[in-house]
């Protein structure tokens, strides 16, 4: 495959996984009448930016997720206190915008000192202009413009803390189910392109060749059917094959495949392990066959199950200290393996996007500051106590939470980075 595919088909990865995640937030939340200002795609500096009705979207710098930013969930950034100057243009006898600043350059606008203003309940105005006081009712999706920036007001019923416990926990756990939902659906894709292996196999395959080992230097291919070894016809034995190679380190051995219907024999010498074991560097594999439109649903499921094993034991691990930062990967790495994995074709690149959504998934549903499961939880406290919890301690959490994430984050990054340096995979 061609780098420039490579390179493509590992940025598609994470785009996607992390759109699909954060388009179910952004589709429940707006579902629950919820304003959604901006969906993001990456954090930092924005790097493209369009607004489609009252929704920005954005690409930004650093691809290590996104967000999904709904009216209420921070606070404001604009007020406007009594006493202020301000402008607003009426349209259809409401205010379709507030203007702060710039107001001798506005046209085709009321110009006056503001005595009461409610843009959250009432939507009402109390401008004074010259000497009259005049109300206006304002739009529900009045803009205020300030700095150049247009900001949409949030009545109330638009926010996020208005909605109930019920509608704020979907719209929070939507993301990882999503993510749920095309890990299953990428690893039936996967079964149906690769088939599972045969359960009384006859014969076996070729199935990786290691580079730098003796078999990479041979006429060997994935794929090539496993005829014998030094005469020794194989069928469907592996165990008899790897204690031939075994006994014969340093010893050539004539090596036979089958491919494409012509035999092809190599001659091929061991190389002794670290326990004087002879190793060419090969892995057996059992044919496969294709998997019926029903079994995809039984193996998939098969699938999410065993990576949810092996993704907690994971988890496990880093919570008793059973790892070294060597260990750990970041974005770096992850892109790495994509590329690399990407490389080998579309099929194995298939299994490894519904891992690392799986993965996503999971993640983002732990109890850790920052993320959904952390949210979630605090859903909960509101559901067992009756009342929320402070919206600035829980900000204050999230706040440290992230900056921790970002942290270690940073540091990963940097040991990938060192890795790289180092030649190390």
Known sequence: MHTIQVVFLTVMVFFVIVTIHEWGHFYFAKRAGILVREFAIGFGPKLFSIKRGETRYTLRLVPA????????????????????????????????RIYLDRLDDRTNVVRGEVESIDIENKLKLALNADGVTESFDIHPQALM??????????????????????????????????????????????????????????????????????????????????????GVKIGADSEKMIDLISKSPNVPLTFTVVREGKTITSKITPKPDDTGAGKLGITAAVPSRSVKFGETFKYAGQAMKNMTIMIFEGFKNLIIGNFKLDDLGGPVRTAQVTSQIASQGITQLTSWVAILSLYLGIFNLLP??????????????????????????????????????????????????????????
């Open 65 to 96: 997720g996104g967000f999904v930013r709904m009216a209420g969930e921070d606070p404001e950034l604009i007020e406007i206190q009594p006493g202020q100057t301000i402008a607003v243009r009426v349209k259809d006898g409401k205010v379709s």
């Open 145 to 230: 413009i300030a700095k150049g920036k247009e900001t949409q007001i949030a009545p109330l019923d638009r926010q996020y803390g208005s909605k109930t416990v019920g509608q704020r926990a979907l719209a929070i756990v939507a993301g990882p189910v999503m993510n749920f939902i095309l890990a299953f659906v990428l690893f039936g894709v996967y079964f149906q392109m690769a088939g599972v292996p045969m359960e009384n196999p006859d014969r076996l395959l070729i199935g990786d060749v290691v580079a730098g080992m003796p078999a990479s230097k041979a006429d060997i291919k994935v794929g090539d059917v496993i005829d014998s070894v030094n």
């Open 368 to 425: 850790i500051p920052a993320l959904d499961g952390s949210r979630l939880l605090f859903l909960g406290l509101e559901a067992v106590r009756g009342r929320p919890v402070d919206p600035n301690r829980e900000s204050m959490v999230h706040f440290i939470g992230f900056a921790m994430l970002m942290l270690l984050m940073l540091a990963v990054t940097y040991n990938d980075i060192l890795r790289l340096v180092r030649g190390e995979h």
